[in-house]
């Protein structure tokens, strides 16, 4: 059997969540630069047509809450009914507050587990659905290198992270047999405002530029036919948060 091999992103069609700013963007922009068509989805509507119009050709963009049920809906029917079929997700967008346990209130867990990994279960229930019937797909997990350890005051983040991992690996092991492949991009520390904004004291040169783990993004989706990789990390070289 003839494994195809794909050279570019042309002809698929891909939703990206958190894509109006940061690793989004640089995602969006990656994809689209290489011929994807890119939905561009966002919580703030206002930055994802911002971000689509920066990019130009190739794209559409919609706000939507990725825990929110319907909203994922939305942005998977807008996906299909814009570019005909939709080829794979990256479950980008993701929240933190980093506080102490004893200041970690119950409603801020619980709206951060709803972005960071219920968000990504709904894309992934949903999207799959239209992506058995076509007999492939991919899924891309966003997670980060704290999924792999744990440093104080980011508790919430590290349980949304370390599951957001153990949900790619499940869905892996679940989806390949029906076609579809799921790939968790572990990206260390990146100079984004997801760290630039909350820390302005951080050494940024001990941080990447986005644009490295978007390139990353795009060598896991042109991996041949017969080829996933279920896990791949992306570090800078004077990364602080891994040995």
């Avoid at 990656?30 to 990019?55: Q, S, T, W, Y």
């Avoid at 951060?112 to 219920?118: E, Y």
């Avoid at 390139?215 to 990390?233: A, C, G, H, N, S």
Wanted: charged share 20%.
């Amino acid at each position: 059997m003839t494994s195809r091999t794909p050279t570019n992103m042309a002809g698929r069609t891909v939703l990206v969540t958190g894509g109006g700013q940061g690793l989004g963007a640089a995602i969006c922009q990656e994809l689209a630069a290489d011929g994807a068509h890119v939905l561009i989805g966002d919580i703030d509507e206002g930055k994802a047509h911002a971000m689509a119009r920066r990019i130009g050709a190739h794209t559409d963009a919609i706000g939507f809450d990725v825990g929110n049920e319907s909203d994922v809906r939305a942005a998977i029917d807008r996906a299909i009914s814009r570019f005909g079929h939709l080829d794979a997700v990256v479950n980008n967008a993701a929240i933190d507050l980093t506080v102490p346990i004893d200041e970690l209130g119950l409603a801020d867990w619980e709206r951060i587990l709803r972005t960071n990994l219920t968000g990504p279960f709904l894309v992934s229930r949903h999207a799959c659905a239209h992506m058995k019937e076509r007999g492939h797909g991919h899924i891309v997990n966003i997670a980060s290198t704290a999924s792999k350890r744990a440093w104080p005051n980011a508790a919430v983040y590290h349980a949304t992270k370390w599951g957001l991992l153990g949900l790619s690996h499940a869905l892996h092991a679940e989806l390949r047999p029906q076609g579809i492949k799921v790939s968790a991009v572990v990206a260390g520390g990146m100079r984004t405002p997801f760290l630039l904004d909350r820390f302005p004291d951080i050494d940024a040169g001990t941080l990447q530029d986005p644009a490295n783990v978007a390139r990353t993004v795009r060598f896991v989706l042109l991996q041949p036919d017969e080829t996933v990789i279920p896990e791949v990390m992306v570090l800078p070289m004077r990364e602080t948060s891994w040995p």
